[in-house]
């Protein structure tokens, strides 16, 4: 079944814990996101890649690390979360940025 | 810069038709995006224009000007799981730029 997977799906941490959310994806493609999602604010763009060892800040980078060692993965790393990254997070990915994304289920992260 | 501006809610009753417009201002545009969410759930794709000109797919139609920088998204014969949100994307360059939504509740 052609899917994108995330873990961990939900997340409570502290303050300068630094964690790592996968992404994984089996359909070849190209181009991966990732984005969180805030309420009033939509989806916004955080990191992107448009191939292996490409990667390229969205417009909320800050923050936040990626890698793209592989072309099915593509982690999130916050190195030292902070509250204001509490938020739905959503890893995509698409043959190439003009296709239809494919979605992940989502991650909910909490940082106390 | 770049801005992306669709209504924040909106309802219609079943069977009933809603046009959802949104308004973007960008620099790089390489095409335009709807997607759906239901409440909980990643969004799923509806559909893409990049040429000016309306897209029919079942229910769902979606228009594209590039000259006024201006979509909308048609749903006809609107049935209650339509009840979702709606979001406009434009890529921009290399970027998926959203709007924040517009949340559409259809009653019976």
């Known amino acids: 079944e052609a899917q994108v997977t995330q873990n961990p799906r939900y997340l409570i941490t502290v303050t300068g814990k630094k964690l790592t959310v996968t992404c994984s994806q089996n359909m070849n493609h190209e181009y991966m996101s990732w984005y969180r999602q805030d309420p009033g604010l939509g989806l916004r763009q955080i990191y992107y890649s448009m191939n292996v060892e490409v990667t390229d800040k969205g417009d909320v980078p800050e923050g936040y690390k990626v890698s793209r060692k592989e072309k099915r993965n593509f982690p999130l790393i916050l190195e030292s979360p902070s509250p204001n990254q509490t938020s739905l997070y959503f890893c995509?990915?698409?043959?190439?940025?003009?296709?239809?994304?494919?979605f992940g289920p989502g991650t909910r992260l909490t940082v106390t | 810069g770049q801005n992306i501006d669709q209504p924040t809610e909106m309802t219609a009753t079943e069977g009933a038709i809603v046009q959802i417009n949104c308004t973007y201002q960008?620099?790089?545009?390489?095409?335009l995006f709807w997607y759906q969410q239901h409440a909980g759930e990643a969004p799923t794709f509806l559909s893409y224009?990049?040429?000016?000109g309306l897209e029919e797919k079942g229910r769902f139609s979606s228009f594209l000007s590039r000259s006024k920088g201006y979509s909308y998204l048609l749903l006809k014969e609107l049935q209650m799981k339509d009840s979702a949100s709606y979001l406009c994307a434009v890529v921009d360059t290399d970027k998926l730029i959203f709007g924040t939504g517009t949340r559409l509740q259809v009653f019976p």
């Open positions: 224009n990049v040429l000016d």
């Open positions: 995509a990915s698409s043959f190439d940025r003009v296709n239809e994304q494919y």
């Open positions: 960008t620099s790089g545009f390489n095409g």
